[in-house]
Every structure is written in C-alpha cells, then in structure tokens.
C-alpha cells in the first residue's frame, strides 16, 4: 500500500524539481549568476566561516589575539554576497537591502555571542 503511494507520488515531485530546476536557472541567467557556482561559494563559505569562529573562540578563552580570525570570518561569510553584488545584474534593491540588514544582524548577533559572560560549569 505505501509503496504503490510512493510510487504514484514520485512522477510528481520529479515534475516538480524540474520546475524548480528549470526556475533556477532561469533566473540565474535573467541576473547573470551562476546558481551552480553561488551555491558552492554558499556552502564553503558557511563552512569556513564556523571553523573561523570556532577558532576564534578558542583564541577568546587562551586570551590570544582575534583580529585576525574575525577578518577571516567575516570574509568567508560575505563571499557568496560579494559574488551576488559583482557579478549580477538587474538585481532587485530588496536582494541588496537584505543582504545589509543580515550583515549589520549577524554582526550584532556574533558580536553579542562572543563577548557575553560564560558562567562557570559546576562539575
């Protein structure tokens, strides 16, 4: 019973990720963005960027330097913004004004996570 289910379902969520396909690449061309190409700046830029800060609080608790760590992080988290920004076009001014907004955000955010007050642990 599930599987005849399953199988009647599947033709159509297959229609449904070639339209979804199809869309992406569409609008990919309409802004001159490779989706292929922003999607893997996507994926190893939120990688970096954890490592990045995951470094960066091991620095804050052995009280060596950050600076450098939170440029890194910052680079690796804007990258695949930075690739939207230059290399498309007719981009709408929302895409840009959101893009600023998470920036400022997650600044904040990051900035408020890093520089609160751990209580110690009772062990």
Same mark, same amino acid.
Not at 20 to 28: N, S
Not at 42 to 62: A, Q, R, W
Not at 84 to 97: D, E, K, M, S
Not at 115 to 122: G, H, L, M, S, W
């Given at each position: 019973m599930v599987i005849t289910a399953l199988f009647a379902i599947l033709p159509m969520m297959m229609e449904y990720l070639t339209m979804l396909k199809d869309w992406v690449i569409e609008l990919g061309e309409k802004h001159s963005v490779d989706p292929l190409v922003l999607g893997s %700046?996507? %994926?190893?830029?939120? %990688?970096?960027?954890?490592?990045?800060?995951g470094f960066l609080l091991k620095n804050l608790k052995d009280k060596k330097p950050i600076l450098t760590l939170i440029l890194f992080a910052a680079a690796s988290f804007s990258l695949p913004y930075m690739y939207l920004i230059i290399a498309g076009r007719n981009i709408p001014f929302w895409v840009y004004l959101f893009i600023v907004v998470m920036f400022f955000y997650g600044g904040f955010t990051i900035y408020k996570k890093v520089t609160e007050k751990v209580p110690p642990a009772n062990v």
């Amino acid at each position: 019973m599930v599987i005849t289910a399953l199988f009647a379902i599947l033709p159509m969520m297959m229609e449904y990720l070639t339209m979804l396909k199809d869309w992406v690449i569409e609008l990919g061309e309409k802004h001159s963005v490779d989706p292929l190409v922003l999607g893997s %700046l996507y %994926l190893v830029s939120k %990688l970096s960027f954890f490592t990045f800060i995951g470094f960066l609080l091991k620095n804050l608790k052995d009280k060596k330097p950050i600076l450098t760590l939170i440029l890194f992080a910052a680079a690796s988290f804007s990258l695949p913004y930075m690739y939207l920004i230059i290399a498309g076009r007719n981009i709408p001014f929302w895409v840009y004004l959101f893009i600023v907004v998470m920036f400022f955000y997650g600044g904040f955010t990051i900035y408020k996570k890093v520089t609160e007050k751990v209580p110690p642990a009772n062990v």
